[in-house]
């Protein structure tokens, strides 16, 4: 009986522990990338507005050539949804809708995954002029994961996992854009 004790009280210090440590780790993070593009800002900001023109920069755009994709509404005003649907568990389901356009300065969006995970996360793109003829372009996401599921933040880098994507998909904007 005092083993099967012992053995008890082990399993709730190792159950504990994590849960604890939970409570002091962060529980929001955010992300953000820029990039110098050499176009006027106008044409920046016209070009990213646009949620159909992330198939030609967003590197998630381009991870499952057989996803499907939908939409509802006008293109580059409020309320506009872009839908993706993947068997690819990388890419999953869920859509993208503007939620705010503060005109030739930000886009807001709201990511709404919901497989293979369900969250609801903002995002925005920024542009501002650096000068007559180059724009610096900001795109930003940001999350929360509640408690007790905030203690993966010490095991994910979320500042490389998103970060890197982030750039990559500048990189492609510039590329694009300077043609």
Do not use: C
């Amino acid at each position: 009986m005092k083993i099967l004790k012992k053995i008890l009280i082990v399993i709730a210090i190792i159950i504990a522990i994590p849960l604890i440590i939970a409570l002091f780790v962060e529980k929001d993070y955010a992300v953000e990338r820029e990039i110098t593009i050499n176009k006027p800002k106008q044409e920046v900001f016209d070009y990213v507005k646009f949620l159909k023109n992330q198939d030609n920069f967003s590197k998630w755009a381009t991870m499952d050539p057989n996803m499907k994709k939908t939409y509802r509404g006008t293109d580059g005003t409020v309320g506009f949804v872009s839908a993706w649907e993947s068997d690819d568990e990388n890419v999953g389901v869920g859509e993208q809708e503007i939620k705010k356009i503060a005109e030739g300065e930000r886009i807001d969006f709201e990511l709404r995954f919901i497989k293979p995970f369900e969250a609801t996360e903002p995002a925005f793109m920024s542009t501002e002029s650096v000068s007559e003829n180059q724009t610096k372009v900001k795109w930003g996401f940001s999350g929360h994961m509640n408690y007790p599921m905030n203690i993966m933040m010490l095991f994910m880098d979320f500042e490389k996992m998103i970060g890197d994507d982030l750039q990559t998909g500048l990189s492609n904007l510039k590329t694009v854009l300077e043609k």
